[in-house]
């Protein structure tokens, strides 16, 4: 896996760019994150397997939205593909459509844009012959369909007193702080950011859970840090959002 950073004028959107190549067939488990991801595959074949449904193969170029519960991604021999990482709230200056709506789903991207565009795109990455060509590639895809200057700075900052919190604050608290109306501070959060306010800070607090984990904590510490007074049920909900138990989770020690 190798990770890129996007030019100037996408980095206010764009976190980053990763290729993954796989010579002999690999898996990732891809735990809840908090951005939206484009994936171009220019080679190869990718199957998606999750809790809610039968494995399906993926289509040439999707998009994912935010979701609260992990995927097994299964990549055949001599596959590749690129994966674009939208900031919080960054992949609304490309797309006309409420974000929400894709929470949970992996769409092929031609549900959302015009098939002659992608297919032009798909074909000029299968035949590029570098990382640096096809980065300028997806690039020049981005910057043909971006259609804000900059992101709505009220739900930057409330993305960004969430991630300062690790996901523990009250929404409407929160919206208050912002001079939002609760009702309006939501609605423009799940259109822009994929998710609502309160389904964005509970993957915040578990991906701060996860990832500040040390070997020496006890399960019964895990739960109280991330809000539950019951362990059942916290296993219960961290197999939802890891699909593995917190001891086999930590125990393999591999997410992404």
């Not at 690999?26 to 998606?48: C, H, M, W």
């Not at 208050?176 to 009702?183: A, Y």
Request: hydrophobic share 40%; proline share 4%.
């Amino acid at each position: 896996m190798q990770r890129f950073l996007p030019a100037d004028p996408l980095k206010p959107f764009v976190r980053a760019y990763l290729l993954i190549e796989s010579a002999t067939g690999t898996e990732n488990r891809v735990v809840p994150d908090t951005s939206i991801v484009l994936a171009f595959r220019y080679k190869g074949a990718i199957t998606q397997h999750t809790h809610e449904g039968q494995p399906r193969d993926l289509p040439f170029s999707a998009i994912t939205g935010l979701r609260k519960s992990s995927r097994l991604i299964r990549y055949a021999s001599d596959t590749a593909t690129l994966l674009v990482l939208f900031r919080e709230g960054g992949a609304a200056a490309f797309f006309r459509e409420p974000l929400h709506e894709l929470f949970g789903l992996s769409l092929s991207l031609d549900e959302l844009i015009g098939r002659r565009a992608l297919a032009e795109t798909e074909e000029r990455l299968a035949e590029a012959q570098n990382h640096a060509q096809r980065i300028a590639l997806v690039e020049r895809f981005l910057v043909a369909r971006l259609r804000s200057a900059k992101p709505e700075h009220r739900v930057n900052q409330a993305v960004s007193i969430l991630k300062t919190a690790h996901g523990h604050i009250g929404i409407k608290s929160l919206a208050q702080s912002l001079w939002f109306s609760q009702d309006a501070f939501e609605k423009q959060f799940r259109r822009a950011v994929g998710a609502s306010p309160k389904q964005f800070a509970s993957i915040l607090r578990f991906r701060h859970l996860i990832e500040s984990h040390a070997a020496d904590r006890s399960l019964t510490d895990l739960a109280y840090e991330a809000g539950y007074f019951d362990q059942a049920h916290f296993i219960k909900d961290f197999r939802s959002f890891t699909g593995q138990t917190p001891k086999a989770f930590f125990k393999t020690g591999r997410f992404w």
